[in-house]
């Protein structure tokens, strides 16, 4: 993890993405760098050399935030990643010794079984906390305990799933590391990506670009061995009065062949554990009541 310089690793990584043309430079000579230089950093945000050097290093971790807004134009980052890197400024979040697990609010757990389209809630990390039959029937890995994240990068069976699994992983990576933004050395989060990190070569590159954007619907590009494939909306809904918790429901524009595609998948959901001979899912969202997330990030949960 890299939260021990997190300013200076983030400004870094950053600089690095960005070519001399995009900023108006010329980019002839040979360069022994990635991206931009230190000094041209410096310039075009109208510091010293020295006093980003010192940034970057480590060795000043309260910059304004008009300096911080000078480098992110500079970069070129967009509104989530410029708020990101000013809220690394600002002071850590107090933690227990002991996280508290993440508990779903009964009411929800109670709208998860009225839903007619699959929908889960998603826990800080990406933790699967509760979810309704139709979203266990989308991906085996939607049920409590399993961390989506962890899922995507190491199950090829899920792999398989996303049709834009490229852009997928891109995207939750990135919205991984807003939610780090104000905590980047959480026990938890500090235990999930470091065993992403030596688990998959793409997670750790990817990590590695700090790219941040916050988590938001997309659509889902998905092939499912039992329907093919379908293109869903897939929407995340804050819950409010909980710590970063999302319900993420699945839907297809109506009278297209992926709403088509996704009744059927109801059927056979319906089918399968109306006496199919193959052990059925739970019934409800809600017998999931008792199964949260303890705060051990790196337990894989058995399937």
């Not at 430079?25 to 310039?43: I, K, N, P, Q």
């Not at 709208?111 to 085996?140: E, H, I, K, T």
């Not at 379908?230 to 909980?242: I, S």
Request: proline content about 7%; overall charge positive; cysteine-free.
């Amino acid at each position: 993890m890299d939260g021990s310089n997190a300013i200076g690793d983030f400004l870094r990584a950053r600089r690095e993405l960005v070519r001399p043309e995009d900023v108006g430079l010329t980019g002839g000579g040979l360069r022994r760098v990635r991206g931009l230089r230190r000094e041209e950093v410096a310039m075009l945000a109208g510091i010293s050399a020295d006093y980003y050097l010192r940034l970057e290093q480590g060795r000043d971790r309260n910059p304004s935030a008009q300096v911080l807004e000078a480098l992110a134009g500079v970069l070129r980052l967009d509104a989530d990643a410029t708020a990101y890197l000013i809220g690394l400024v600002g002071p850590r979040p107090r933690r227990s010794r002991r996280p508290a697990p993440e508990k779903v609010p009964g009411h929800l757990l109670q709208l998860l079984d009225q839903l007619p389209m699959p929908a889960l809630v998603q826990g800080r990390y990406f933790d699967v906390l509760a979810a309704n039959p139709l979203a266990r029937a989308l991906s085996p890995n939607n049920v409590p305990g399993v961390n989506r994240l962890r899922a995507a990068f190491l199950d090829p069976e899920e792999r398989e799933l996303h049709r834009d699994w490229q852009t997928a992983t891109v995207n939750a990576v990135a919205s991984l590391r807003a939610v780090a933004g104000p905590d980047p050395d959480d026990p938890r989060l500090a235990a999930l990506v470091g065993e992403l990190s030596l688990k998959s070569d793409r997670f750790r590159k990817l990590w590695a670009r700090h790219d941040v954007h916050r988590r938001e619907g997309a659509l889902a590009r998905m092939r499912h061995p039992q329907v093919g494939d379908m293109d869903l909306y897939r929407e995340k809904l804050t819950v409010n009065g909980t710590d970063g918790q999302l319900l993420v429901i699945y839907h297809a524009e109506p009278g297209s062949e992926a709403a088509r595609s996704l009744a059927l998948l109801g059927s056979l959901a319906a089918g399968t554990a109306g006496g199919s001979g193959r052990p059925a899912a739970p019934a409800r969202a809600g017998e999931a009541r008792e199964r949260t997330v303890s705060g051990e990030a790196g337990t894989e949960p058995g399937r």
